[in-house]
């Protein structure tokens, strides 16, 4: 691929693909680790950074990065003298960073900004941009890990800086875990714990998941097993191959743990990059040190995860012979990374919205430890689905939209299980806050997947993330899927289900929710009809729900009105007394004496003999000044069902049909009952 020197803007689109897509376009990130073993770095680090490719994005994670002369090789931030104190090894942290971003800022060029840098002691990470892309890059974060001593001293750790650019996540992690060749089980965890801990822009969900690109870099220290002489060996016969896949640690506890699933990493054709003679001569005849006799080892590596649709191309991965400072070699690479530009209004379908539908949900292999190799019979699992691009739906409310990534559903928990399993009655509709399709697929859902613990721990234990891709599910039929559930970079299980994102118009998505608020509406509209026409009874004599009560003309013989809530009290406390009594209809004024009379404030519940006050909310709803209806007659008085808040449940499924609203008048014919007076006068 050729190079554009001198060109003053990178290359920040590949010409073979997809070239001014409206929707993405495909940026040039370069990420490199350097251990750099306490010593002061060149002058010129050209060979390193290779700044003649003009990336957008240069990425430079460091370890041992603390030195104090030039030249010096055997300053440690653990021994050091300024050290004794952690606050002493951070001033001295400090006092080694200025260099540093003065020499890649003069290999670089004054066209490069510093974006953000991170550092826990002699961990650091670095991110330059390019001018062109400044405005481009925001929300961006950073954070530590430490994983040394205690978990609290950080000569070991990760280092973290998050951010977006243009709607795409963004993630880099510069590490360095355990040494010696028999640590292998210690780095295994110190990587779990970094992916789990750094947790910038989302404190409930890890990297692997929140973020659409993840690079993992530094000095892992993961070793070669084998007899030197026989390493050094394969290493004379350029036999990379065998010397990675048969006897690299990293290699065998991906495949073993699944560490790091789903991460890739390019082609290794270069050489161990541990353990060199320090300023030894540049080129590939250096020799590797017999001082300690180590096993020549790849420690420093670059991994990757790309959640987009156009996966991250790796163009270029090597080590760096040129600079010879350290016993490491530095490691660099050239990643092609799908970016997702911002929403256009000109794509936007405004007379259509977009459902998700997801179904038949069955997952396996959960456990509450990655490290265990059984199965915990107590784990209660349940989900939660987040996704900036959904909408939080509500049954009592419209769906609507969160500036973060809320979580927009949560399942009931399944008991005592690590194969739960949610049809699609228990799954909802999701929906979209865009109809550009292009756009949703390079999106992806997450699930998260929860223990639900019992007794005086409540709080829920994380069982691990995964995504479910959009692209392959803009189609005409659902997509059967299968994903794996990753906690802390492991395996922890697989969720396997459909999932379908289709389009319907604005107004029959609609249909069936103005259908039921009109119901509901006009149910409490009645309602309110048969309390303005008690509080007409008071005052006029008419005769609501059969009668004229007791308490009216007793009233009107003292000559004061009674108000509505005193009368509500009233007829329900003379219609408790009467209720248990089933009589034959007599004459009002002979209920009347008896005291027997049935409350205007009541609701009809089947049973034309037994009848219920009515809820204080009704009352107060009634109550208030216009409430009547003109179109009501006030002779003719109204019973109203039991059912008085319409629910979409009540009405018809949420997943069905639009429904009109003489079929929901029809199906609770409960609802407004007309009762004619029973009475003969």
């Known amino acids: 691929m050729a190079t554009q020197e001198n060109s003053g803007r990178p290359r920040s689109v590949s010409g073979d693909i997809q070239k001014g897509s409206s929707t993405h376009e495909m940026i040039k990130i370069f990420v490199g680790t350097w251990n750099m073993g306490n010593a002061a770095p060149p002058e010129d680090l050209s060979g390193f950074l290779n700044p003649e490719e003009k990336h957008d994005i240069y990425v430079i994670g460091l370890q041992e990065s603390v030195f104090q002369d030039k030249g010096s090789t055997d300053v440690d931030i653990e021994d050091h003298p300024l050290a004794s104190k952690l606050s002493d090894a951070r001033a001295l942290s400090e006092q080694c960073l200025g260099p540093l971003l003065l020499s890649i800022q003069q290999t670089l060029g004054d066209e490069y900004k510093l ?126 191959r065998d010397l990675i896949e048969v006897h690299d640690q990293a290699i065998f506890y991906r495949k073993k743990l699944k560490l790091l699933t789903d991460f890739e990493e390019s082609e290794i054709r270069f050489r161990p990059t541990y353990k060199y003679e320090p300023g030894d001569v540049a080129g590939a005849n250096r020799f590797y040190s017999d001082e300690k006799m180590r096993v020549p080892s790849y420690c420093d590596r670059i991994f990757y995860l790309s959640h987009s649709l156009e996966k991250t191309i790796c163009t270029r991965y090597t080590d760096c012979k040129s600079v010879v400072t350290s016993d490491h070699a530095p490691v660099c690479g050239s990643y092609l990374v799908e970016v997702v530009k911002p929403l256009s209004v000109a794509t936007e379908r405004y007379n259509q919205i977009c459902h998700i539908e997801v179904n038949n949900f069955e997952m396996g292999g959960l456990k509450l430890n990655v490290e265990d190799d059984y199965r915990d019979a107590d784990t209660n699992p349940y989900i939660r689905i987040f996704g900036d691009f959904l909408l939080e739906a509500d049954a009592k409310s419209r769906p609507k939209h969160k500036p973060e990534m809320t979580p927009v559903w949560k399942s009931s928990v399944c008991p005592k299980t690590t194969h739960p399993e949610w049809s699609g009655k228990d799954l909802p509709v999701l929906i979209s806050r865009t109809s550009d399709v292009e756009y949703l697929k390079r999106q992806y859902i997450i699930v998260a997947v929860y223990s639900k613990r019992k007794g ?68 409490k509209r009645s309602v309110s009809s048969v309390m303005m026409l008690m509080r007409k009874s008071h005052s006029t004599g008419l005769r609501v729900g059969g009668a004229r009560t007791a308490n009216t003309s007793l009233e009107e013989d003292e000559g004061k009105a009674l108000s509505p809530r005193s009368a509500a009290q009233t007829a329900t406390a003379q219609h408790s007394a009467t209720s248990s009594t089933s009589e034959a209809p007599v004459p009002l004024r002979q209920r009347s004496a008896r005291g027997g009379s049935q409350s205007p404030l009541t609701v009809q519940t089947g049973d034309s003999n037994r009848a219920r006050p009515l809820s204080p909310r009704a009352r107060n709803a009634a109550a208030r000044p216009g409430s009547a209806l003109s179109d009501v007659p006030d002779s003719e008085p109204w019973h109203v069902s039991s059912a008085l808040r319409l629910s979409p449940e009540t009405v018809g499924s949420p997943r069905g049909t639009p429904v009109s609203e003489d079929s929901i008048v029809g199906k609770h014919k409960s609802l407004l009952v007309r009762a004619h007076d029973s009475d003969s006068e």
């Open 115 to 240: 974006v953000q840098r991170a550092s826990l002691l002699a961990i650091r990470l670095i991110v330059f941009v390019h001018k062109n892309h400044a405005a481009k890059v925001a929300d961006v974060k950073s954070g530590t890990r430490a994983t040394g001593i205690m978990n609290v001293y950080g000569n070991k750790g990760g280092v973290g800086i998050g951010m977006n650019f243009y709607g795409t996540r963004l993630f880099f992690v510069s590490c360095h875990l355990a040494a010696h060749q028999n640590m292998s089980q210690r780095r295994n965890q110190d990587m779990r714990m970094i992916l789990e801990g750094l947790c910038l822009h989302h404190k409930k969900l890890q990297p692997t998941a929140y973020y659409h690109h993840v690079f993992v870099l530094g000095d892992l220290n993961y070793r070669i097993n084998g007899e030197r002489d026989a390493v050094l060996q394969m290493i004379r016969e350029d036999n990379f």
């Open 456 to 523: 005086f721990m409540r709080k829920s234990i994380l069982l691990g993330e995964c995504t479910i891709p959009l692209a392959e599910a803009c189609g005409d039929k659902p997509h059967c899927f299968q994903t794996n559930i990753l906690l802390g970079g492991c395996f922890n299980g697989f969720l396997r289900g459909q999932v379908h994102v289709h389009l319907v118009d604005r107004s029959a998505a609609h249909r069936h929710k103005s259908v039921f608020e009109s119901a509901r509406t006009k149910l």
